[in-house]
Every structure is written in C-alpha cells, then in structure tokens.
C-alpha cells in the first residue's frame, strides 16, 4: 500500500471515532431489586420485585415507564377485573430532588386469593428543571383495591434504576452570582453586602461632600 493510501486510511480512522464516541447512549439503565413491605388491611405482606425504569424523551419531557417483574403483594379474596389500581412514586437524585408521581390502569384480569398481585407497567412525564445527571430510584408504591388502600416501602434502600443525562429546557442552569462594582477602598467593607447598600453609601458621602464643600465656602 501507498503512503498516500495509508495516510488516507489513518485520517478516515481518526475521523470516524469521535463518531463512534457522539453515538454512545446518554442514559444507564439497570434492573434493580426492590424489598417492598407492605401495610396491607389485613396486616404486613412484601416481596422482592426486580424493578426496571425506562425513559423516552418526548420535546422539553420524558416519559418514563416504571415495570415490575414480580408481585408485591396478595389479597384475601379475589380481585375482579379492574378492582385494583395501582401508582407510585420515582425519586429523583443528581441534578434534580424530589419525585415523579406515575400511575398504571387497573388490572385487566382477575387476581386470585393470596396470589402475589402483578402490578401492571406505570408511566408519568418528568420535565427536567436541570441540567445535568439525574437518578430514578423507586419509591414508594400504593394499591387501592376494594375500597382499601395498601402501601408498600423500599426497605432495603435501592440503588437508581436508571441515570440520564438530562438538559432542561432554557438550559436550566442558575445565573452567575454578580460582583460588586469595584470603587476604591470601601471595597473592602464586608458591611456593603449588595449593590442597593453601596449605591445608599454613594449617595450619602456626595452629601457630606456637598455639605463640606458649602463649609468651606462661607468660612
């Protein structure tokens, strides 16, 4: 081969990464194991449910879907079809505090008596208000069925379902903090404090400049 093809090559080669490296996936997705106990009517109930956490970005927002792959709970009785209805709650971490509420319908097929009750996929829309890396753990976890209201606790305290690179909208970034205007030597006077206080401090020292100033004119 040519040096001319070989150089050729080297270029072609050195280009084409930097593509590989841009076409990297921005979020980390991982099946956790959940301990959800649960406060149910008729006492204490749990089991481990491996929990997976999906987002799809839709315009300024996500859609986020929250899926079980094992029951959580059991009921006493049977639960007829379309008698449960489950939501829960993802918490956020990183960038962001606080929690996403999402919501699933209810259950399309009878559930049998002390049968583990399979919670059916949840979604609801996170809309980032920061930019940067952002957590979903799962959270707590309620089922209302006949009347009753159950709810299940992460107990073991579980790591993030899923990390993503978010970019709120505007940028969501926070203004750099401004620095007094600098005008001599009451730069240093920590009593300043803002802008208002120095712009007062001007004011009265070209007062007392004035008054000085009329003093020496009629002595």
Do not use: H
């Amino acid at each position: 081969m040519s040096y001319r093809k070989r150089a050729a090559c080297a270029l072609a080669a050195a280009m084409a990464a930097p593509v590989v490296l841009m076409a990297a996936p921005a979020a980390q997705a991982t099946v956790v194991d959940v301990d959800y106990q649960c406060k149910t009517p008729i006492g204490p109930k749990g089991a481990v449910s491996p929990i997976d956490i999906k987002a799809v970005k839709s315009g300024d927002a996500y859609k986020l879907t929250m899926s079980f792959k094992k029951g959580v709970s059991s009921s006493p009785v049977e639960l007829g079809k379309g008698a449960m209805n489950p939501s829960a709650v993802i918490e956020l971490g990183g960038a962001e505090t606080g929690n996403v509420p999402v919501s699933g319908p209810p259950n399309a097929a009878a559930i049998p008596a002390e049968t583990p009750i399979k919670i059916s996929d949840l979604s609801g829309t996170y809309t980032p208000k920061k930019s940067g890396k952002v957590t979903f753990t799962a959270g707590v976890l309620t089922i209302k069925a006949l009347g009753t209201t159950t709810t299940c606790t992460p107990k073991n305290s579980p790591g993030p379902s899923l990390e993503l690179d978010v970019t709120a909208a505007g940028g969501g970034t926070a203004p750099p903090a401004s620095e007094l205007p600098k005008t001599g030597p009451l730069d240093s006077a920590t009593a300043l404090g803002t802008l208002g206080g120095t712009v007062l401090l001007t004011g009265a020292a070209g007062v007392l400049w004035l008054t000085r100033r009329g003093g020496r004119t009629t002595g």
